[in-house]
């Protein structure tokens, strides 16, 4: 995990700290590719540090590799209050 993954975690965590929330507003802040927030977000999931759900029905809150919410897990609250 890179500074940019805990980033990611912070973020979601700011903009959303009770509930999954389309990674495209979380890349309101982040200010990344989509492509690349797309593939970490993969990378934090098998991590276990974030899960996510895929839509079946892409909208413009939507990533191009279908993901539509995120949020952190437990092992990401923690790894950010170790790491953050």
């Known amino acids: ?18 509930r999954a929330i389309s990674p495209v507003k ?3 802040v982040l200010k990344l590719d989509e492509v690349e927030l797309g593939d970490r977000l993969m990378k934090l999931r098998k991590s276990g540090h974030v899960d996510i759900l895929i839509s079946d029905y892409p909208s413009s809150l939507t990533l191009p590799n279908a993901i ?11 790894t950010l209050k170790e790491k953050g």
């Open 1 to 18: 995990m890179d500074t940019i993954d805990l980033d990611i975690l912070k973020a979601i965590e700011t903009v959303s700290p009770k």
């Open 26 to 28: 979380v890349n309101e």
């Open 68 to 78: 539509s919410k995120v949020f952190v897990t437990e092992l990401g609250r923690k």
